[in-house]
């Protein structure tokens, strides 16, 4: 005979994963749900050949299963693999993008339960558009001379932003040799240079 007391609290565990589970995938398109048993200490293994960044949910309706991840190797398992999740109830794996394809998901029934059940779900997670830091600043000066002065922008050349940083690199030296010294320090410095320049 099975105590109350268990089966609620299986039900309770249940229900906030899945309802957590369903929150949590409001940022991403759900490709597919597979609901299975596996034995305890056995392996079930599939294959994704889906390009794109993924996110994997997978949860233990009864037992526990974990879950081994690889790119690699075909039958990834606890000494194989490229990502895991060892948890009990709500497993998460995200999959980059650079990942390489096919990639191969290893599910294994914790030995603590002779059957387990669980719920694979992958969803297709947007990658969030990085602009690189140069298109970043061409996108602000545009809006600057444009916007700001009411001129028109032409972009820079390849020569004029290696000089650019080459100067900003100086200048930002002389700024921190200056910020290091001491008051007295630079207004010593600052008195010899004019000391030297009428001398000169």
Known sequence: MIPVYSTVWTALVVFAVIF???VCAKDARLIQTLEDDIGA???TYYRLQRPGSLRLE???LKGDVDI???STVSQP???????KSETCGLDVISIPTNMPRPVHLALFGHPNSFVSRYRLSIYEVDDPAVDDYEALVDKYERYYYEEMNGGSYEPPTERETSSKSSSSK???ADHR???ELPLWMNILIDTLKFIIEVIL
């Open 77 to 83: 398992d606890y000494w194989n693999y490229d990502l």
């Open 170 to 172: 100086a200048q930002k």
């Open 177 to 179: 040799a200056e910020v």
């Open 41 to 43: 200490e056995n392996f």
């Open 68 to 70: 081994y991840v690889s």
């Open 58 to 60: 997978l949860i233990s």
């Open 20 to 22: 957590f589970s369903n």
